[in-house]
């Protein structure tokens, strides 16, 4: 059973930092691309930025220039780091990776942690 377990989340003002991390934990060969999306209330889950295993980024238009991600292959994790932040990146944020197995490639889900930007 792989799991991705998010942590890191939590409350800011805006113009403030915060740092997410995500690990994998469980029995698989490999991660391909791992990423970290956001749902807000309301609003639909959408991409914030996602990383390849051999390190190429691809950002949502709205955090590029203050959002970094990155992540450590030895330790199967994956780190959001968000700074300047904004109101508006309220939401609850998840972790996303495409993990390879014995059985195949399966796609998993963090359970999420919530980010609050205060104005």
């Known amino acids: 059973q792989v799991q991705l377990v998010e942590s890191g989340g939590g409350l800011v003002q805006a113009g403030g930092s915060l740092g997410l991390s995500c690990v994998a934990s469980?029995?698989?060969?490999?991660?391909?691309?791992m990423g970290w999306y956001r749902q807000a209330p309301g609003k639909q889950r959408e991409l914030v930025a996602a990383i390849t295993r051999g390190g190429v980024t691809n950002y949502a238009d709205s955090v590029k220039g203050r959002f970094t991600i990155s992540r450590d292959n030895a330790k199967n994790t994956v780190y959001l780091q968000m700074n300047n932040l904004k109101p508006e990146d309220t939401a609850v944020y998840y972790c996303?990776?495409?993990?390879?197995?014995?059985?195949?490639?399966?796609?998993?889900w963090g359970q999420g942690t919530q980010v609050t930007v205060s104005s």
């Open positions: 996303n990776a495409d993990i390879r197995t014995t059985w195949g490639i399966y796609n998993r």
């Open positions: 469980g029995s698989f060969h490999s991660i391909n691309t």
